[in-house]
């Protein structure tokens, strides 16, 4: 039987409208929360899109484009990479980061939906997402425009947060949550901003579900690793 996911408030809108507030302290955020881990994860996100040199990789939700310039990395200089977002202010920061052409596949910052991915059919070898799954009105038309833009055997890595089975990393979550990012996103003044994130943790499906989902948009395969202790999951996507 299909999965019904419905995403109630906040809306599509609220969200955009998030993300632009947070842009200017995302990053340092970021790094604050997780004591720089987000930057394993994200690679590990990388490693388990199969993106190789040479091949177009996409990076959707790129928020401040921290994945899409480990992508740039991967695939190199006779690559090419494409960070797509529906915030402006996060894109205006990922396009001031620091470039090593020599290194990097060239970057196309684009802002567009998830949902109407501003794309080709089968224009991509791989494909990541970071923390953007969990924020779709429609999970499930995210994951048909996602297999959609990639090429047949293209692989997407899908990294995001997950609601633990256990009662003790449930309550450690809680926990982390109210000790830690509540005080943390005060002192950034936007204790509101991320008040969102404990009730979208709990809207969102868990693996085996988003595996499910994933099938039903037309993946020929799905497998989803939890990480972090369960607390974090990668879905890996096969077209």
Same mark, same amino acid.
């Given at each position: 039987?299909?999965?019904?996911?419905?995403?109630?408030?906040?809306?599509?809108?609220?969200?955009?409208?998030?993300?632009?507030?947070?842009?200017?302290?995302?990053?340092?955020?970021?790094?604050?929360?997780?004591?720089?881990?987000?930057?394993?994860?994200?690679?590990?996100?990388?490693?388990?899109?199969?993106?190789?040199?040479?091949?177009?990789?996409?990076?959707?939700?790129?928020?401040?484009?921290?994945?899409?310039?480990? @992508?740039? &990395?991967?695939?190199? #200089?006779?690559?090419?990479?494409?960070?797509? /977002? !529906?915030?402006?202010? =996060?894109? $205006?920061?990922?396009?001031?980061?620091?470039?090593?052409?020599?290194?990097?596949?060239?970057?196309?910052?684009?802002?567009?939906?998830?949902?109407?991915?501003?794309?080709?059919?089968?224009?991509?070898?791989?494909?990541?997402?970071?923390?953007?799954?969990?924020?779709?009105?429609?999970?499930?038309?995210?994951?048909?425009? @996602?297999? &959609?833009?990639?090429? #047949?055997?293209?692989?997407?890595?899908?990294? /995001? !947060?997950?609601?633990? =089975?256990? $009662?003790?990393?449930?309550?450690?979550?809680?926990?982390?949550?109210?000790?830690?990012?509540?005080?943390?996103?005060?002192?950034?003044?936007?204790?509101?901003?991320?008040?969102?994130?404990?009730?979208?943790?709990?809207?969102?499906?868990?693996?085996?579900?988003?595996?499910?989902?994933?099938?039903?948009?037309?993946?020929?395969?799905?497998?989803?690793?939890?990480?972090?202790?369960?607390?974090?999951?990668?879905?890996?996507?096969?077209?």
């Amino acid at each position: 039987m299909p999965i019904s996911v419905t995403n109630s408030a906040p809306s599509a809108q609220d969200i955009q409208q998030l993300f632009d507030r947070i842009a200017p302290v995302y990053d340092d955020f970021n790094q604050q929360l997780s004591g720089g881990l987000h930057r394993v994860w994200k690679q590990m996100a990388v490693d388990w899109s199969g993106a190789a040199s040479g091949q177009t990789g996409l990076d959707v939700c790129c928020g401040s484009g921290d994945l899409a310039l480990l @992508l740039a &990395r991967r695939v190199g #200089p006779s690559g090419e990479v494409y960070g797509v /977002d !529906f915030s402006p202010a =996060q894109l $205006a920061i990922a396009r001031q980061k620091p470039a090593q052409p020599s290194r990097l596949a060239p970057l196309h910052w684009i802002e567009g939906d998830a949902l109407t991915l501003p794309f080709e059919d089968e224009q991509f070898d791989a494909a990541t997402m970071a923390y953007g799954l969990r924020n779709l009105t429609n999970l499930t038309q995210g994951l048909k425009e @996602l297999r &959609r833009v990639l090429r #047949p055997g293209a692989k997407a890595a899908i990294l /995001d !947060f997950l609601q633990p =089975q256990s $009662a003790w990393l449930q309550q450690f979550q809680r926990w982390y949550l109210d000790t830690i990012v509540v005080p943390t996103a005060k002192n950034f003044g936007m204790t509101d901003e991320y008040a969102y994130i404990g009730p979208s943790v709990e809207r969102f499906p868990l693996g085996p579900e988003q595996q499910q989902l994933a099938l039903e948009a037309g993946f020929a395969s799905a497998v989803h690793y939890p990480i972090a202790g369960g607390l974090m999951g990668i879905l890996v996507l096969t077209r």
